[in-house]
């Protein structure tokens, strides 16, 4: 039984080991939140629409390092340790949003400005390729027993935290600086307060103990070693990039596209977009934790079925109904529908993930399997619901995105099956996952 300052302490290390992953995703939704100014300032072009997909394309170019990152970073906190894994991925992410902030615009440098700014999204993409991994094995090796799932969403949970701060911070701002004041400068104004709080967050995670799961492994693999295991997991890797495909398409769908969408396709205000995009964050932060901890009650596949076939019949048809009379109350009531979806679905993934990877390489196999749904996949999802929309015409066309995504989550539910999973890791899964 677990006594209440062991519930307290596991409390913190919850916040703690969550701090940073707050960071990354905070500078990911305000980089996708800004991308139509950020353009303009680093990606002039003759066009409007060439200078937002040049912006788009730097978001999603900082994908491109995940894959990268989770191998080296992934296999250095598989043979070090998840804490010193998590400090190094904490520094990288502070170079990288320090750079952005700081980098002077095209008008003033030249070229210059857009490599530094691309140079900048690489590197932050290549410590985001271990962050996620390090911080779910973190949780789930920290858990009570029978609470997995809900430990674990707070990787997720923290996320929407980000969401909701960057959200607010744009709302603010709108509200009190004019459209030209926020183009000149202040979409400055939320990568400089992330860089206030980086110190902080360095704090908190230096006062992280190593999980006693890791301290009590005997044997810690070298990087040949987890390169090895990993290529012979493949087929683990592989239904797990197809499973999180699932959650990164409709995460950044839902959050860093809305405002862009909203705006430039819709043609709602701003603060309408960003408002929506606030009440997203924090329905995701409502379901995340009740749906993880419900995992830990019926079992994980059930989620994962019903989710995904919820998104597959329901995206498009969602996204038609918006199109056809766009206004705020529409585009809030179809985004939090996604975001119930969402939140249901990624309560049961998260953990799910962390449970069938070996456990020589539980942060470097996970890290692996996210890394590359969001570059191939979930990170482009901003750009590619731009280039569709813009050659076809139809504006709904990121339900079919949508329902792509909802299709390989599907189709990872029905090749996980509880015998891989309790082959290939030493943590029971339940009878139902």
């Not at 500078?27 to 950020?38: K, L, N, Q, W």
């Not at 996604?338 to 890290?367: C, D, H, K, Q």
Request: proline fraction near 5%.
């Amino acid at each position: 039984m677990i006594t209440s300052a062991e519930r307290k302490a596991k409390i913190w290390s919850v916040v703690r080991v969550s701090s940073g992953n707050f960071l990354e995703m905070y500078d990911f939704m305000v980089f996708g939140y800004y991308a139509a100014t950020i353009g303009k300032a680093f990606f002039p072009s003759n066009s409007a629409f060439g200078s937002l997909m040049l912006s788009l394309m730097t978001f999603g170019a900082g994908f491109l390092m995940r894959p990268l990152g989770a191998l080296v970073l992934g296999a250095y906190t598989d043979r070090h340790g998840r804490r010193s894994g998590l400090l190094l991925t904490l520094s990288l992410m502070s170079v990288g949003i320090f750079s952005i902030a700081f980098m002077p615009g095209y008008a003033t440098i030249g070229l210059l400005a857009p490599l530094l700014v691309v140079v900048g999204r690489l590197l932050q993409g290549f410590s985001a390729g271990m962050e996620l991994g390090g911080v779910s094995v973190y949780l789930s090796e920290i858990a009570t027993p029978g609470h997995k799932g809900f430990y674990v969403s707070w990787q997720s949970g923290s996320q929407q935290i980000a969401v909701m701060f960057a959200a607010s911070v744009g709302v603010i701002l709108n509200s009190i600086l004019p459209p030209e004041k926020m183009e000149q400068w202040g979409w400055r104004v939320p990568l400089l307060l992330g860089c206030v709080i980086v110190p902080f967050l360095f704090r908190l995670r230096k006062s992280l103990q190593e999980t006693d799961e890791f301290v009590a492994r005997k044997h810690h693999p070298g990087t040949s070693e987890i390169l090895r295991s990993l290529a012979n997991n493949w087929p683990i890797v592989l239904i797990g990039t197809l499973m999180v495909t699932m959650t990164t398409v409709s995460f950044y769908m839902i959050t860093a596209y809305t405002p862009t969408f909203g705006s430039s396709v819709l043609h709602l205000s701003s603060a309408d977009s960003l408002i929506v995009t606030l009440c997203v964050g924090a329905s995701n932060l409502f379901w995340l934790p009740i749906m993880g901890a419900l995992s830990d009650r019926i079992g994980r596949r059930p989620l994962l079925f019903g989710c995904t076939l919820l998104m597959l019949f329901t995206a498009y048809p969602g996204m038609l109904w918006l199109v056809r009379d766009p206004s705020f109350a529409r585009l809030l009531t179809v985004e939090l529908w996604l975001s119930f979806i969402y939140g249901s679905y990624n309560g049961a993934m998260v953990v799910f993930l962390t449970e069938i990877m070996p456990v020589e390489v539980r942060t470097s196999g996970f890290a692996l399997a996210y890394s590359l749904a969001t570059a191939v996949f979930g990170g482009f999802t901003p750009a590619l619901s731009t280039y569709l929309i813009h050659i076809s015409g139809n504006r709904a066309i990121p339900g079919l995105w949508l329902s792509f995504a909802a299709a390989c989550g599907l189709v990872a539910a029905l090749f996980a099956k509880p015998q891989r999973a309790a082959l290939v890791t030493a943590d029971p899964v339940p009878a139902e996952s």
